[in-house]
């Protein structure tokens, strides 16, 4: 502390967010800096983001904050010397069966991009691409930055899970609000966002923020709320983004859980399934990605670029690349049944009556594969990667005996018939097509 100086004191910088003034940067920064080095204690943490919860953050208390967090680790430095890209990044909010990035990172790459894809774990009733890339055995979550630094330039993409000297400020806080009751504030979603990517040296990002019941933030309202927030933060903090507000009243997909998603992602890479849904998620964020990164002039060409490099098998010999080059089997694109566990008890849950799916409760569904030990139902909890759901019906869709709600892999007898139940209860059934929407609602820039 310079000569002078007033003292820090955590508590006057809480009174004064309690009290409805605006942070100063530095008044940030000393406060972030205590959440970093331990002088801020966990009541002092819960007191300040409380206060953020009730009074808010402009916009520019919303960028000191993400600024302050994103370097209170490591800041991930790229020699643009061994890249011939742009380094360019998609977050989502989350889904259930949102399996988005892994077919994403590759697409990309085989398109010029360079995506140092850093993943979280599931949270609720949405799974986590931590949690998805367990599965595929040896493959290494959690890399030392050389080797993630080596496979983004050499191959285009690595996805990985969060290192813990990443913006270590949010991390703390984050488990904080999570306890406190405080996640849902916008300005500190934004922020705890926002630090991640800032610390891992992004050229431009794209969000992808979900609303629906299927998401955390059910209201389109609210998601287009956040969405504007993250754009006009990561701009302000000299990000270049743009954000797609998705649509997840059901399944994105026709899988949920980690290995049938990653099963699903590998039939889609090689072109032996498409969800339209899922398709137009894919190729929407990625053209938003490479016309951001300068890979493409619009998005019209863009998607062009993605389309050919999916069809001429590029993307998943970059997948297959990402995986060999962190450890996992050499052959997963071509033989992933050989790698990819499956449970022991499969059963198919056919609707009580033929008709056409109104309407589903997309959270209950999630919760279904938790329920089979597909996600934590406490923290620290073993997850079975094998278990979930296959071939799940969407919106408007016809069932009857011969097309079921959806397949259930579960561990045991028992547990794919609790899972029947709770999904049967999920599934409204009429005798009429409804309306189906796109699944994209809008774009925001600013």
Request: proline share 3%; aromatic share 4%.
């Amino acid at each position: 502390m310079a000569s002078g100086s007033p003292p820090f004191l955590p508590q006057e910088i809480i009174r004064a967010k309690r009290d409805g003034s605006r942070l100063t940067d530095a008044q940030i920064e000393q406060f972030v800096q205590g959440i970093t080095d331990g002088s801020v204690g966990d009541a002092q943490a819960a007191a300040f983001a409380m206060a953020g919860f009730f009074r808010g953050m402009d916009i520019g208390e919303r960028i000191a904050l993400t600024r302050a967090m994103s370097q209170s680790g490591t800041m991930m430095q790229w020699d643009r010397a061994d890249l011939h890209g742009p380094v360019l990044d998609k977050h989502s909010t989350g889904g259930v069966g949102d399996k988005v990035s892994l077919m994403l990172a590759p697409l990309v790459a085989a398109c010029g991009g360079h995506v140092p894809m850093i993943s979280g774990r599931g949270l609720g009733h949405t799974g986590g691409t931590f949690d998805k890339l367990e599965s595929i055995p040896g493959y290494q979550t959690r890399p030392d930055n050389d080797l993630f630094r080596k496979v983004v330039a050499e191959v285009g993409c690595a996805i990985i899970g969060q290192t813990s000297d990443l913006a270590p400020a949010d991390g703390r806080l984050y488990a904080i609000r999570d306890v406190t009751a405080t996640v849902e504030s916008i300005s500190l979603i934004t922020a705890s966002i926002l630090a991640k990517k800032l610390a891992a040296g992004l050229d431009a990002l794209v969000m992808d923020v979900t609303f629906g019941n299927g998401a955390f933030m059910s209201d389109l309202a609210q998601a287009e709320e956040l969405a504007h927030s993250i754009v006009a933060v990561a701009r302000g903090a000299g990000l270049v983004t743009t954000a797609l507000l998705t649509d997840m009243n059901q399944v994105l997909g026709r899988t949920a859980g980690n290995a049938l998603e990653v099963r699903e992602t590998i039939d889609w890479l090689v072109g032996s399934s498409d969800d339209p849904r899922l398709t137009e998620v894919v190729l929407a964020l990625g053209a938003e990605m490479l016309v951001l990164g300068g890979l493409a002039a619009d998005t019209e060409a863009a998607t062009s670029k993605l389309v050919a490099a999916r069809r001429d098998g590029r993307a998943a010999e970059r997948f297959q690349a990402m995986v060999t080059a962190l450890g996992g089997p050499t052959d997963l694109v071509e033989n992933p049944e050989a790698h990819l566990a499956s449970a022991a008890v499969s059963l198919r849950v056919e609707p009580g009556r033929n008709g056409y799916v109104e309407s589903i409760d997309t959270r209950s569904v999630g919760l279904a594969v938790v329920s089979l030990g597909g996600g934590r139902m406490r923290v620290g909890d073993e997850i079975d990667h094998t278990v979930g759901l296959s071939d799940v019906m969407g919106l408007g869709e016809h069932a009857d005996k011969d097309h079921p709600l959806a397949v259930i892999h579960a561990r045991t007898e028992s547990d794919a018939a609790m899972a029947a139940e709770a999904l049967s209860a999920a599934y409204s059934i009429g005798d009429a097509a409804p309306t189906v929407g796109s699944v994209i609602a809008t774009r925001v820039t600013e």
